[in-house]
């Protein structure tokens, strides 16, 4: 049980483009998911926390207007990079908090996005 | 506020050598507290957990134990395997802090046949 998935494993796209990765929790539901960077080498640097139905809470220093997050239902939410740039190549990892496991959060495979 | 702290890495261990990864915390509140585990080019897995004081979180072999009068939770194992070798990152959950997860640095575990 608690599996996470995300999709696309990988994505390759031009600059100025937009690129959406989607999260869904497959066996439980989600009221909250969190969105992750990492780079290379380092620990994860959370995004924004996302909660079903409700506008996502970004963290300090993250652009809502390029990271846009929706959560649409108790099973999926997507996060869209707008007008990706370079800088923006990273790993994208989202979690998914279980309604009934309040505390463990349980976490995709990640995304790994380059732009050229 | 919240803070994860590791000991430095890398790590490297010959197979069936004893493990200890050290993870000490703060926190206001009375967190959980968790061990994550990444294999390259994956994402983080659920390695065990503990929500309360003197808890024994335990799972493929690894164990740690929730100490709060040291506030810490050090990750051990009795005999490593090759494929153990990944990144192993400590976290906290504050439920006071929405839950969201304050992560360790992380260390690089390398076990050699």
């Known amino acids: 049980g608690a599996v996470v998935s995300q999709h696309p494993s990988r994505v390759i796209c031009k600059s100025g483009t937009s690129v959406k990765i989607e999260c869904r929790s497959l066996d439980f539901q989600a009221t909250t998911m969190f969105w992750y960077r990492q780079f290379p080498k380092q620990s994860l640097m959370l995004m924004a926390t996302?909660?079903?139905?409700?506008?996502?809470?970004?963290e300090q220093g993250v652009e809502k207007d390029k990271f846009l997050i929706n959560h649409a239902s108790l099973t999926l939410s997507t996060l869209t990079v707008t007008s990706a740039h370079p800088e923006d190549s990273s790993f994208y990892i989202c979690s998914a908090r279980d309604r009934s496991e309040q505390e463990t959060q349980y976490f995709g495979p990640g995304t790994r996005l380059l732009v050229l | 506020g919240n803070s994860v702290t590791q000991m430095e890495g890398p790590v490297t261990l010959s197979e069936e050598a004893f493990l200890t990864i050290n993870c000490t915390y703060t926190a206001t509140g009375y967190p959980s507290l968790f061990w994550y585990v990444q294999y390259p080019g994956e994402g983080l897995q659920l390695l065990l957990k503990a929500t309360k004081a003197d808890d024994k979180g335990s799972n493929k072999g690894f164990e740690a134990t929730y100490r709060k009068e040291t506030t810490s939770f050090h990750l051990e194992k009795g005999s490593v395997q090759v494929s153990d070798s990944a990144v192993y990152f400590c976290?906290?959950?504050?439920?006071?802090?929405?839950?969201?997860?304050?992560f360790g640095k992380g260390i690089t575990l390398s076990v050699r046949p």
């Open positions: 976290a906290l959950s504050d439920p006071g802090a929405n839950s969201k997860l304050t």
């Open positions: 996302s909660n079903e139905g409700s506008k996502a809470t970004y």
